[in-house]
């Protein structure tokens, strides 16, 4: 039991000492936010091709620091650089299983595109910009969802079949 306990401190040890090193750049401009919400205080602002310091991750949001000043950003604004032969970084992305220079451990449900069609896929600022524009906050949602004569239920936890 101890010698499971030590191994995960290493391991949690290793992780945060390569998060706290990784650097990207920013594949566009966006807003630094208190918090991961997309409604969150703005505290700042990158802008495209900025480098920027990774801090950490939460869920589809990085905590990143550019220019002096600290906040969170959408996962998909920063394109992180390669760590660059460290040995830690190899070992804990085998064992996560992310290794590779994008970090990407499987895709899957993608209909109609090639291997060729994804390695050669390009960012597209305008139409990140127009699924963003789709989103509401969750009074919006409720009022949408009531007018259309829904409303909420409680399931139990589905724990399997009994087969």
């Known amino acids: 039991m101890m010698k499971k306990s030590l191994v995960w401190l290493l391991t949690a040890l290793a992780c945060s000492q390569v ?62 650089n390669s760590t660059g032969g460290s040995n830690v970084a190899g070992v804990v992305g085998v064992a996560t299983g992310r290794s590779g220079t994008g970090k990407v451990v499987s895709t899957t449900g993608i209909r109609g595109l090639s291997a060729e069609d994804l390695k050669t896929a390009q960012f597209n600022e305008a139409e990140t910009k127009k699924l963003e524009s789709y989103t509401v906050n969750a009074d919006e949602a409720k009022q949408f969802a009531s007018s259309g004569g829904l409303s909420s239920r409680s399931y139990p936890y589905f724990t399997g079949s009994t087969q």
Request: aromatic share 4%; net charge positive.
């Open 19 to 80: 998060v706290a090193a990784e650097t990207g750049v920013a594949l566009k401009g966006d807003q630094l936010r208190a918090d991961t919400f997309s409604d969150a205080k703005v505290v700042g602002s990158v802008n495209k091709n900025d480098a920027v310091d990774i801090l950490t991750k939460k869920g589809a949001w990085l905590q990143i620091k550019v220019a002096g000043k600290t906040g969170w950003v959408r996962l998909l604004t920063v394109k992180r």
